[in-house]
């Protein structure tokens, strides 16, 4: 699958057939995170691979009882948790390079899309979970106080296709030259 395929059939996958994820493929998938690019090459995300029935049935009582990836946490074979390191990407010297501040959000969403479409151009599904108790996550999984859980995502071969939600038109989010310009 090429590039662009991938982009525009990658979907939000919330069911999963119990199929392993080979460990290449999965390598594969890190390999593709490693290569994210990020502010001044600092490569502020780590990754914790979570394949453990016992794990997964854990981080998922840091989601509410009614998100709708709830069931895909202990129903995908793997979940894959993307931290960042505090105070490192967006820094210089110790010191916030832009008013921005910390970049680690910026760098980690990279890296998770990153992930996401190699995850799809290999045939596999993830839906990107972000709403949860990171707090209660971060526990689960040991994280130092250093670091921080920026999202999550099950992992695995979709048991269904996902449909394409009505995306916005070029026209509607694109100025030239200067904001609310028009071709």
Known sequence: MDLMEAI????????????????????????????????ANTQCWEVIVVKDQKAKSDLATALSK????????????????????????????????????DWLMFDTGIAIQ???????????????????????????????????VVAMTPLGYPATEGVAPRRKEIPEFVFYERYGQKE
């Open 8 to 39: 525009l059939k990658r979907r939000s996958i919330r069911k999963y057939k119990s199929d392993p994820v080979p460990q290449e493929v999965l390598r594969a998938l890190l390999e593709a995170v490693r290569w994210s690019p990020s502010w």
């Open 66 to 101: 009614g998100n709708p990836a709830l069931a895909s946490m202990t129903d995908a074979p793997v979940v894959i948790v993307l931290i960042g390191k505090k105070g490192v990407s967006g820094f210089y010297k110790g010191q916030p390079a832009t008013v921005k501040g």
């Open 114 to 148: 990153t992930l996401c479409l190699a995850a799809r151009g290999l045939g596999l599904g993830t839906v990107i979970v972000g709403s949860f108790d990171h707090k209660k996550a971060e526990a689960i999984l040991g994280v130092p106080q250093d670091r921080e």
